[in-house]
DNA sequence: CTGAAAGCGCTTACAG
DNA sequence: CTGAAAGCGCTTACAG
């Protein structure tokens, strides 16, 4: 049935050792045996089996892609595929594959994540968001098992992870605003649960003070939306107070969209009436009627370098008890359009 | 270090074979050492390896999600996300894992199927793409290895695949147009390389042919852009011609973002000088301006389909010789909006 | 430079 | 209902 490596032994007159040190192409051997057996291989169509490589030489040269709970519907976001072909990039070419797991519930993503760690499956992680659930971050932190997240985690000590400035990427959007002769700027769509949202809200803040800017309470609107907590509601409320917002900065294109929609619904003119932005620049932000002006976050380098970070953490790991922390910030671009000129 | 079958045998006073059996949940073994055992293995945190597992009983749990070359970039649109996340909310329920390959030529294409197949890794592959390459296919079949195809590829014969009716697609919408009074409908987006497109093609053909409309060549405009060949250049064309369109039908949202914008830009109406619809219903068409009609194609379903598909497939292919094959389509709806309206 | 042997952690006939 | 043994296809010290 299946070609083995003895199989090759036995075609090669050598033993099944040198067969396995010609497919790790060892420097042990010879050259004349190494092109001999090489050749046999191929003449008998031999493919080396991963599954029992592994199993011996306890790499499985597979790493999981988390994308934690309630992500999995966030997935129809362009960032994950973006932040996948990043990942995908770069881990093909060191010979890894990538598998992946989302789950509904935290039981089956716990269940999930067991999989992949004690069962051997994978040799690291890479959590697509950093909404990583305590326990099972500090269990993987006991085991010493490597792993990386996208995103800065509520903890972000004595971890691996990689993520925009999400700080900067608020004050820049908000110095753009401020220095376009806004004063009146709207945050909308932060969320207690997600850090991104709230350094990119900080980043907001502070941009504000340190131009002088009085922060307006009724200009942060969280975005945790439900059916009776629907951003039109939000919007109409703004357009009824005091003192008219001149901008709104979303935190996700896909919410600039939204808001977008109600103000032309509502005849108000974007940009001539009100200044709007997004965050991520997903792609049909172009086609948009305004295009969107946004902040590309560069989630293919996320990725990238999500998975060159986890390779270190890896090797690292062979090296007993060494303890290997880095942080990387992957840079972010405003890019003008429409919607705020 | 590492919990195996054997400490837990020991600790059991069983051989590992009961404790394999109690894994497997077999019914040959009493209550009682069931449940003595399973106490056993979880007071000592055992988690089987699946290595170990898959090499022993040659079944690794374990499918490849193939998207096939070219198609990479493609990932970007909410199709695929979709897809995948129908495939896997079946997936993990029958307690299979999800390999992702993508590849940027043939040859590492190639090389990543050979990984999934002859070396072990995976138990069965679906191509997120009808456009598979002959001889990857042949091979597959050759070795009767599992496989199901999204999409109708080019020869359907003696191959599983899961599919909408395309053709109905196209029909459906040029009907919805004609029974609006629409005579001069332009179909723009088909591509001589994808069996999706040209059979929304022919139903589109079809549908004016059985209503009395003649087709105009001029109104048929492949989706190969490229520099020279831009959206924007077909549409000034069309405009210029002696009879002027009155609706567009895309064969792709993205594309009828960018024919939308094109014509707004020209000071064209959508809806009320030129209709406009997509297909496939990617998530921001509700919030376009106008609001894209579209036809939701229940990429979800395809991927969960598809699934369900190869896991038959994987389930018949044990019995040997026994050849299984079907094709299932999922149905697709159209998603009236203001673009259209 | 090459080989014999043990082992990775399971499963599964076979036997009782 | 349970066990001893062989085997899945590799890798890797150890020895020469």
Partial sequence: MRVTINDIAKAAQVSASTVSRVIADSPKISMETKERILKIMSDLHYHPHFIARSLSSKKSQIIGVVIPTKADIALQHPFFSEVLRGICSVAYKKSYNILISFSDDLDSEKKNIDHFIKGGISDGIIFL????????????????????????????????????????????????????????????????????????????????????????????????????????????????????????????????????????????????????????????????????????????LLGLKAFELLDKVIENSFQKNYKYFERIIVPSDIIERDSTK
């Fill in 129 to 300: 968001s950093s909404n990583i659930n305590e326990s099972i971050r500090s269990e993987l932190i006991d085991m010493q098992f490597p792993f990386v997240v996208i995103g800065r985690p509520k903890n972000e000590n004595k971890l691996n992870w990689v993520d925009n400035d999400n700080y900067q990427i608020g004050f820049e959007l908000t110095e753009y605003f401020i220095k376009k002769g806004h004063r009146n700027i709207v945050f909308l769509g932060f969320s207690p649960s997600y850090n991104v949202t709230l350094d990119r809200l900080n980043g907001y803040k502070n941009a504000l003070e340190s131009n002088g800017i009085d922060i307006n309470p009724d200009f942060l609107i969280d975005g945790e939306f439900d059916n009776s907590n629907t951003i039109s509601n939000h919007l109409k409320k703004l357009f009824l107070g005091k003192i008219r917002p001149t901008a709104i900065i979303t935190s996700d294109d896909f919410l600039a969209f939204e808001v977008i929609k109600y103000l032309l619904d509502s005849d108000i003119k974007v940009p001539q009436d009100i200044a709007v932005s997004g965050i991520n620049n997903v792609p049909v932000s172009e086609f948009f009627s305004p295009t969107l002006t946004s902040v590309d976050v560069n989630a293919y």
